[in-house]
């Protein structure tokens, strides 16, 4: 058994498990003495408008289906490069020659699995049995370099990765993940209080907002959707700021970890507390952290106020504000 850092969306790798163009996310092992060398001359590269292109693998995926009893799948190495790899379980020397007819240099491994038979290992899965035990599924992959399925699933239980491995006999590498516990959001740090968390419409994802005075602060509250009157903030010692992350459907929980003030920037840092998990894409709204910064760990001509470290002009004009302090 391993354990895998790596974690991906379950629904996106179930719809991506025809014949792989995985790339290298791993070193190759080294080929079995059997295996024939690959074309002394490469074809070289094509090279395009944009750069070089990738091979056409179409020729070769058909040769893969024509022999799915023995095709383990295939894949470029390295990733963006030219040089094919095609995955066979037996009659490595004949497959070798019959794929290099069709593209020359075409590199061979031998595996253990066909491409078929991990994927039916993947689609035999009873996902709704693992979750009545306690199982909560996070992704499901089959991985063609590795020549296994991957399985990364949320349990208190200990024995369930070591007992799905055996069931399945080298097939499968399980991940297990626990569950995560209660949660919070971290109410206050060096410089900054968490006045309050509002959940609001999807305008205000990506956006920062600042005031530094009572009528501000009243503009910045009715914005961002807050209800009632605003909390209060001493603007004499504090600037109020707020700090809008988008909100998906399917994992709308966000948490505040703290807030960052240096060197001229102030961001926030979140991350999501139920992770990891299979999250969507969609925008259905945004939770806003209200948060009121100390004037004294501010620089005295102002400040520039994003979102998060790495916005900045990401996703719009409103992710970054010059705040002047007066």
Known sequence: MKHRLAVIAFGILLAACG???????QAIPDPPASEPAA??????????????EPPDVQELVAYGERHRDVFGGLYID??????????FTRDLEMHHEAVNE???????RQVTHTEAALIELIESFDFQALQAQGAEMVG??????????????????PTLELSLELAHGGMLDVTVYPVPGEWANVESGEGWRLVEVVHADHSEAYTVRAATDAGGWTDLWEAVGGDGEPPAVDFEDEVAVSFGHGRGSACPELRLDGVVIGDGVVFSQTSDPLSPRACTDDLVGAEVFVVALARDALPDDGFTLQVDEQSGGCCGDLDELEVPLP
């Open 78 to 87: 390295p990733p963006g490069g030219q040089s094919v790899v095609m995955l």
């Open 102 to 108: 069709i593209v020359p240099g075409t590199r061979t």
């Open 39 to 52: 074309a002394e001359t490469p074809v070289p590269p094509r090279i395009g408008p944009d750069g070089p």
């Open 140 to 157: 499901a992959s089959v991985d063609i370099i590795g020549n296994q399925v991957d399985l990364d699933l949320k349990t208190n239980d």
């Open 19 to 25: 014949t792989a163009l995985t790339p290298a996310t």
